[in-house]
């Protein structure tokens, strides 16, 4: 079996999609504007490094779980024990579980914000983060070979993230005024 994982996967598969997501962006930028096709890019983008992360193993491919060392249920432990993050940066896992999904919230607003539905989008956007935290647990309990726990805490940081990275985005938006490449083409 080859082993597949480390920080080096995940980097490398962060890089190989953001190659894409340049593309999506350079292609779209003419039709979409530059704000609008930079951050739907870019929340795009933030959805891969997130599964990147969450879902390739830390520290390798830990090879074969045994069925008595498997977890069978998430834990419901709020605020449980958690390591304090990884070698790379130096906070406790909840922050980065929190941090990892702001971007996304605040991309989904900026990208939406062309849009004169983006006013439902932007809740609809917020619910479907929420479901892929939940996904993203469940497949890392489903898979022990991830070498990842399921844990409810992650999914209400992540959440968390999601809505802090929304009020940012908001904050963006109004700034950035994504609207304003929609209002020149109609005139």
């Known amino acids: 079996m080859v082993p597949v994982g480390g920080v080096g996967v995940m980097l490398l598969g962060s890089a ?31 959805l891969m ?22 977890l069978t249920t ?16 130096q906070s406790g896992q909840r922050a980065l579980n929190t941090v990892l999904f702001v971007p996304s919230g605040a991309l989904l607003v900026v990208g939406a914000a062309r849009w004169r539905a983006g006013w439902v989008l932007v809740p609809l956007g917020l619910v479907g983060l929420a479901v892929y935290s939940a996904a993203i647990e469940a497949t890392q309990l489903a898979l022990a070979r991830l070498d990842r726990a399921c844990d409810v805490t992650d999914f209400v940081d992540n959440v968390t993230g999601a809505a802090l990275g929304v009020a940012i985005g908001v904050v963006l938006a109004v700034v950035l005024r994504p609207w304003r490449a929609r209002s020149r083409r109609h005139h």
Do not use: Y
């Open 16 to 46: 190989l999609s953001g190659l894409l997501c340049l593309l999506f962006f350079l292609a779209s930028r003419r039709r979409l504007g530059t704000v609008s096709a930079l951050a739907i890019a870019g929340f795009v983008w933030s």
């Open 49 to 70: 490094v997130i599964a990147c992360v969450t879902l390739i193993p830390a520290q390798g491919a830990p090879g074969v779980v045994s069925a008595e060392g498997r």
């Open 74 to 89: 998430c834990s419901w432990d709020i605020g449980g024990p958690a390591p304090q993050g990884f070698w790379i940066f």
